[in-house]
């Protein structure tokens, strides 16, 4: 049966553009505008930034088209779309398990995302009256101290998204991101202004679009691979669960392109806001996770009318995050709701509260258990963090290629995604069945070759 003569019990978006901007709202996050300027600055700038637009191409695309495919034929949950589509494909029962890994990825993220959007939504609350760049890196480090000022924020935060959930993420989400996303990108394209009036643009820029080949290596690749599928929310069913929602008129190919091209643009944006700013107080590009949190208060505290733009620019990062993080609690409930036929506020609050204690964790990892290492020497932060981005979605992704690529039928894949055959299908078809399982696994075989965990 194709998904135009059904439907998902969760509802369907109301328009096209509705779950662009769903899409978009699950992609653009704090992965743009905070772990991707931090990591290009931890993995050498260009030669990272290279191999992250290559990955964003060649792999993320073609697998979130495969995603929005699954999602929209199954109009299930993630866990039941596969394990409705391995029958329909006369497959192992077993892939059922894909959907549900990410369900559990979902999670995973979700406990450390929201102690990192807790960092945001307590900046609203900063003065921006420093007299340093410094000043803002001590108040970073010590703020990493405050506990209960961590947990209150995470909190909130994982209470937010609990709420939105539980109304349903198509109520949730359609009333606010129409309006509010667009003014981020514009304070984000203001901060960009202000960083040509550095005294450093040329060699932020620079930093960031010139490779340096010799800083390319696996755990460069790797890393970017992981912020590819991180960024554009593949890989665990986020963008599965939301296909299902998606008008069965609707071209997945086109809606596929439009979601990655933003969320690129919003990445690379913010990377050209913030390192002039890096280069011309002289900070170091590669001090981590606080990267954000210490440049743009410093850039709003010289900007006219800094002060408001920063209070608006930590309140719209915070909604992006909050955008983001519902898509990360909706496949594991959407999968409850259909499975126990339990209400949706009771899924999402008992999903919400195995992420909301794991974060508890994440939010101490900083100082009282700073010296729990469970991978590595990564703190328990850095390592779920490195488990579900660079592990499990790059992992996800490489099992939905195969499943589209090679288990389903041809002629199921070609007609739900509604177009005529020719060059680009076939392309994307190519780089789904063969250039996504291969290059991932050969990176994974190199990062565990050349040691990248310890
Ligand atoms: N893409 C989001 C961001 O860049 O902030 C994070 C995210 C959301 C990752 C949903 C994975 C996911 F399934």
Not at 208 to 216: G, Q
């Amino acid at each position: 049966m194709t998904s135009e003569a059904r439907k998902s019990i969760h509802g369907t978006w109301t328009g096209k553009w509705t779950f662009i901007l769903a899409a978009a709202g699950s992609a653009v996050g704090l992965g743009n505008i905070w772990k991707f300027p931090y990591m290009a600055g931890e993995y050498g700038g260009g030669a990272f930034v290279l191999v992250y637009l290559v990955c964003i191409l060649l792999i993320g695309v073609p697998i979130m088209i495969a995603e929005i495919l699954l999602g929209r034929r199954g109009r299930r949950s993630p866990a039941n779309t596969m394990a409705y589509l391995a029958v329909e494909a006369r497959a192992f029962p077993q892939w059922k398990y894909l959907g549900m890994m990410g369900a559990v990825a979902g999670l995973l993220i979700l406990s450390f995302y929201s102690v990192a959007a807790g960092w945001a939504f307590a900046y609203i609350f900063e003065e921006f009256n420093g007299t340093s760049a410094e000043y803002y890196g001590q108040e970073f480090d010590s703020f990493l101290k405050d506990e209960t000022r961590l947990i209150f924020f995470h909190s909130i935060f994982i209470f937010a998204t609990i709420f939105i959930v539980a109304r349903g993420v198509i109520k949730g989400i359609e009333i606010w991101i129409n309006r509010l996303m667009p003014i981020l990108f514009i304070i984000i394209v203001l901060l960009c202004v202000y960083a040509t009036q550095t005294g450093a643009f040329f060699e932020g820029v620079s930093y960031l679009f010139t490779p340096d080949f010799s800083k390319i290596n696996a755990k460069v690749i790797l890393a970017a691979l992981g912020q590819a599928f991180f960024t554009l929310s593949l890989g665990m069913g986020a963008i599965m669960a939301y296909g299902a929602y998606m008008p069965a008129n609707q071209n997945i190919g086109s809606t596929a392109l439009y979601v990655a091209f933003l969320d690129t643009l919003v990445a690379l944006l913010a990377g050209i806001a913030i390192f002039p700013i890096v280069f011309a107080n002289n900070l170091e590009p590669a001090v981590g996770p606080g990267l954000v949190f210490v440049t743009l208060p410093w850039a709003f505290v010289n900007m006219p009318l800094g002060i408001i733009f920063g209070k608006l620019f930590f309140v719209l990062l915070t909604i992006a995050a909050l955008s983001s993080a519902i898509s990360l609690l909706e496949p594991g409930v959407a999968w409850i709701v259909e499975s126990l036929k339990i209400k949706r506020y009771i899924a999402a609050a008992g999903l919400g509260f195995i992420a909301w204690t794991l974060g508890i964790f994440s939010a101490l990892s900083f100082d009282l258990l700073a010296g729990f290492t469970p991978i590595g020497d990564k703190n328990f932060f850095d390592s779920l963090d490195f488990l579900s981005n660079q592990v499990l979605l790059p992992l996800g992704g490489i099992f939905i290629a195969i499943f589209v690529g090679w288990v389903m039928k041809r002629s199921d894949v070609f007609e739900e995604l509604n177009l005529k055959e020719g060059l680009v299908l076939k392309a994307w078809f190519f780089l789904l069945k063969f250039v996504s399982p291969l290059v991932v696994g050969l990176i994974f075989v190199l990062a565990v070759f050349f040691g990248v965990v310890t």
